[in-house]
């Protein structure tokens, strides 16, 4: 069978039309991929700044041993006004003082973060929570727990 100029008119105009959508869905995969690459770079940022806090408490309380074998750092969940102190804090006042600026360069990092600190038996137990983003617009709930050993 012979085909004729005119039994094939129209044929590359669908032709073109056809690959174009192809490479629209295909542009749409790339998209979708782009929004979950950054949602996902985002949440590994924040869980960063989270382990990075955690360990700022630690380190203070190791830097300040009187005032944690006395109680002090026990129970840190809310910014109580300490002021700065420094150079001549009390253990007390220094712990305070560590508290607060600890809480807040944590909301300050990571808005909408709580954070606890307890003390018992040579353990430090910080608790952060959190929330962020997940694979669609919600908010998930997050907690991160360090334990760590506080010993002269």
């Not at 790339?30 to 949602?39: C, E």
């Not at 990075?52 to 309380?61: G, L, N, S």
């Not at 608790?127 to 694979?135: A, V």
Request: proline share 2%; hydrophobic share 45%; charged share 15%.
């Amino acid at each position: 069978m012979i085909i004729t100029k005119s039994a094939q008119r129209g044929l590359s105009m669908i032709e073109v039309l056809i690959a174009m959508l192809i490479f629209a869905i295909g542009l749409l995969g790339v998209a979708g991929m782009q929004s979950l690459a950054l949602k996902s770079t985002n949440n590994s940022n924040v869980r960063s700044l989270v382990n990075i806090h955690a360990y700022e408490i630690v380190e203070r309380m190791r830097a300040n041993m009187g005032a944690v074998e006395t109680g002090q750092y026990n129970s840190v969940t809310a910014i109580s006004g300490a002021t700065n102190c420094l150079p001549s804090c009390t253990p007390t006042n220094l712990a305070a003082w560590d508290a607060d600026e600890w809480l807040q360069n944590l909301q300050a990092d990571i808005p909408g973060a709580t954070g606890s600190v307890n003390y018992a038996g040579g353990i430090a137990a910080v608790t952060i929570n959190w929330t962020e983003r997940g694979l669609g617009n919600d908010a998930e709930a997050q907690t991160y727990t360090l334990r760590a050993r506080i010993d002269q």
